[in-house]
């Protein structure tokens, strides 16, 4: 799996943001029309899935760091309705059934191949009408080509210690519907995740199961 110690390390000095994040509230706020069984890809501190746990949704929220899940079963054991797994999100098993797939910042953490299995999966593991709700770092963003270029992974560097891989926009909505999505929302543009002072340039999707 990319970059696990990275992040275990990374999440075990428990200082990450813990507020939700803007995308978070946005999916809450715009994405109703549907039943309230979700999951996450690469959940990190859980700081959106205990959000959206207490906004009522039924969460299932996966990360591949071990010690970091380990403590949010304990952390966050009275939240109701939220379960955590120990999980590489690019290859779960099949015959599930979601309302709402949710990636922040994760498809730009994994390689084209395993990004096109990830479609795939959440695609067959949707329900009708499911939606699956993304926020990536796209070619627009500012510290795209940053860094060392990996080899045979086109638009992937390793930038401050770690894999980041640049999503191209209107080849991902395109890649997006190749699999059976429409489109219900997509943009690129900043004021999405300001962070630290900064106010860099995202990919954000809704796409829609049909
Ligand atoms: C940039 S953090 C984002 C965390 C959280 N979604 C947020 O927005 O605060 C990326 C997270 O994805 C996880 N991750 C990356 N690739 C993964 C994979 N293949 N399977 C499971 N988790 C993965 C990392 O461990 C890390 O916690």
Same mark, same amino acid.
């Given at each position: 799996?990319?970059? $696990? ?14 507020? #939700?994040?803007? +995308?978070? $509230?946005? !999916? ?5 029309? *549907? ?14 899935? !205990? ?17 970091? *899940?380990?403590?949010? !079963? ?9 379960? =955590?797994?120990?999980?590489? =999100? ?9 309302? /709402? ?32 709700? /993304? ?7 500012? /510290? ?5 270029? !990996?080899?045979?992974? #086109?638009?992937?560097?390793? +930038? ?5 891989? =640049?999503?191209?926009?209107?080849? +991902? ?9 429409? *489109? ?9 995740? #300001? ?6 340039? +995202? /990919? ?7």
């Amino acid at each position: 799996m990319t970059d $696990r110690n990275y992040w275990e390390t990374f999440y075990a000095k428990q200082n990450a943001e813990l507020k #939700p994040s803007l +995308f978070a $509230r946005f !999916v809450a706020e715009n994405v109703k029309s *549907i039943g309230k069984k979700l999951i996450e890809f690469g959940c990190g501190n859980a700081r959106d899935a !205990v959000f959206f746990a207490n906004e009522n949704y039924n969460v299932l929220a996966i990360d591949q760091c071990e010690n970091e *899940i380990k403590f949010l !079963v304990t952390r966050y054991q009275k939240v109701k309705n939220l379960n =955590f797994l120990v999980a590489d =999100f690019t290859c779960l098993s099949e015959n599930q059934q979601f309302d /709402i797939a949710y990636s922040r910042f994760t498809l730009h953490s994994i390689t084209a191949k395993q990004e096109a299995d990830v479609l795939a999966w959440t695609y067959k593991n949707l329900n009708a009408n499911g939606r699956f709700c /993304i926020e990536v770092r796209g070619q627009k963003n500012e /510290i795209y080509q940053k860094g060392d270029a !990996v080899v045979g992974e #086109p638009d992937a560097f390793i +930038f401050n210690n770690h894999y980041r891989r =640049f999503l191209n926009f209107d080849r +991902f909505c395109e890649d997006l519907k190749r699999v059976g999505f429409q *489109i219900e929302y997509a943009a690129e543009e900043k004021d999405f995740a #300001p962070f630290n002072g900064e106010n860099e340039t +995202f /990919i954000r999707v809704i796409a829609v199961k049909k």
